[in-house]
């Protein structure tokens, strides 16, 4: 008995074997020698078959055409290539900028008296935290201060000076009507006498005419004549009377007109000597050093009994420097290629090392609109709050600023593109069937690391890292998927 195998198949077979009588006497040791091979016989058969078989089961073309006699000869299939893969990552590129930056206060001051005199109180020193307003320092000069006493008593009496003129401004009113009233009483007067007088005269014209027809006596044309004549005088005399009121009621409106000049200038000498005590007082407060904002002391070169200079004189050293700690400017050189994607309002990021790679976030707040020749950098000022104080004038960091923010398009490797041209053309291998495709591609914006990919990719497609020049379209390949490669941050 035996086995044969055939195209595929075990054939079993049995046939009868004369065996010699010599034969018969063989030990038994030969015959479980002869099961042991045809054992072995079987088990080489059923994997031959298994063999010539798997490449059929998984759809292997070249291997079924094999077993069916088709493309038989010397050519073999090329080796497949290893080659490692990523999938295009959605987001774009992110245009960032990474420059050193300088820690400055937001603002500060040094602070100068502006009064001579001995420092008689400072309450605070270095590294005190002051409030807008707040007395930090006091400059003892008395001369000031007498200056302001003075101004106030000179106050009080261009004051009492205003009251005055204001009495006398309604006592010349007073006369004023007193006049017009006696103006109007002489005239009433006039008309009256005016009246009498007419009348008179017409009685006398009476009594005459009368007398020359020999009616009357010529004692009554006489009484009628004297009447005429007194009352004549009367009316002479009431028009003498108003030209009197008339000359009184000028005099009292030009002491009314005086007496308001005089108001207006006691008025006038009242706002100088306020002025005056202002400027005592303005003077005087200068001896009292004040806090311009919320901060803290950052500088004290003066101590008690020291002897003030003012200001005016050319003092060189200021008494106290205060620097603004709640809001901090950070300084930035951007080079040239980054500066026309700046803008204000561009969010940016500092770390700072000093404080174990704390992060602080904030945004571009000022541009200088103006690169240095020397260096071929513009000056950029990125505020941050500063609640805490962490932040201290001279601190070193690194800041980040977003030139553009990314966009939804795919990204890829940069190494992943052959035959990048500056029109935005490139190609890269897509993995399809397990073969190297070359594919055409659009690619936006290149950070050096990152390429933005706008058209030609779909996010499933298997794209080959650095391809090589061996790399062809068709190359069988075996695939290891990477994994993702956009920076941290990014």
Avoid at 3 to 28: C, K
Avoid at 449 to 460: A, N, Q, T
Wanted: glycine residues 6%; neutral net charge; contains cysteine.
């Amino acid at each position: 008995m035996g086995f044969l195998t055939t195209g595929g198949e075990v054939e079993h077979r049995t046939e009868v074997i004369d065996v010699p009588p010599r034969d018969l006497a063989r030990p038994a040791r030969l015959k479980r020698a002869a099961r042991r091979w045809r054992v072995a016989a079987v088990l080489l058969g059923l994997t031959a078959t298994v063999a010539l078989s798997w490449p059929m089961l998984r759809g292997d073309r070249s291997h079924a055409d094999l077993l069916s006699g088709s493309n038989l000869g010397p050519a073999r299939s090329p080796a497949a290539t290893r080659v490692d893969v990523v999938h295009p990552e959605r987001g774009g590129v992110r245009r960032l900028t990474i420059q050193p930056g300088t820690v400055h206060a937001f603002e500060w001051a040094d602070l100068y008296a502006k009064a001579s005199g001995f420092l008689k109180s400072q309450s605070v020193d270095i590294g005190s935290s002051v409030k807008k307003g707040q007395i930090l320092a006091e400059i003892d000069a008395p001369e000031l201060e007498e200056d302001v006493e003075q101004a106030a008593a000179s106050l009080e009496q261009a004051r009492a000076q205003t009251e005055q003129a204001v009495a006398r401004v309604e006592t010349a009113e007073a006369e004023r009507d007193t006049a017009s009233a006696s103006e109007t009483q002489v005239r009433a007067d006039l008309e009256r006498l005016a009246a009498k007088m007419s009348l008179t005269q017409k009685q006398y014209e009476r009594v005459r005419s009368l007398n020359e027809r020999n009616a009357v006596d010529r004692k009554l044309v006489d009484e009628a004549q004297l009447d005429f004549e007194v009352a004549s005088a009367g009316e002479r005399t009431g028009r003498a009377a108003i030209e009197t009121a008339r000359a009184q009621k000028k005099t009292a409106e030009a002491k009314l007109r005086q007496a308001k000049a005089d108001l207006v200038e006691a008025q006038a000498f009242v706002g100088v000597t306020q002025s005056r005590l202002d400027r005592a007082r303005v003077l005087a407060d200068y001896s009292r050093i004040k806090a311009p904002f919320d901060g803290v002391v950052t500088r004290r070169n003066l101590h008690l009994g020291s002897f003030i200079r003012s200001a005016a004189d050319g003092t060189p050293v200021p008494m106290l420097t205060v620097a603004r700690t709640d809001l901090m400017r950070v300084v930035v050189q951007v080079p040239d290629l980054d500066v026309p994607l700046l803008d204000a309002g561009d969010g940016a990021t500092l770390i700072v090392d000093a404080l174990k790679s704390r992060s602080f976030a904030g945004a571009v707040s000022r541009l200088s609109k103006s690169e240095d020749p020397t260096t071929r950098t513009m000056r950029v000022e990125i505020d941050l709050p500063n609640p805490d104080g962490r932040l201290v004038e001279g601190m070193y960091g690194r800041a980040t600023i977003e030139l553009q923010p990314p966009t939804e398009h795919l990204c890829l490797p940069a190494a992943c593109l052959t035959g990048h041209s500056a029109n935005g053309n490139a190609t890269a291998f897509v993995v399809r069937d397990n073969k190297a495709r070359r594919t055409s591609v659009k690619v936006g914006s290149d950070d050096g690391s990152l390429v933005e990919i706008l058209s030609g990719l779909r996010p499933d497609d298997e794209v080959v890292v650095r391809p090589g020049s061996a790399l062809d379209d068709g190359s069988p390949v075996l695939a290891t998927l990477m994994p993702p490669q956009r920076p941290q941050g990014r």
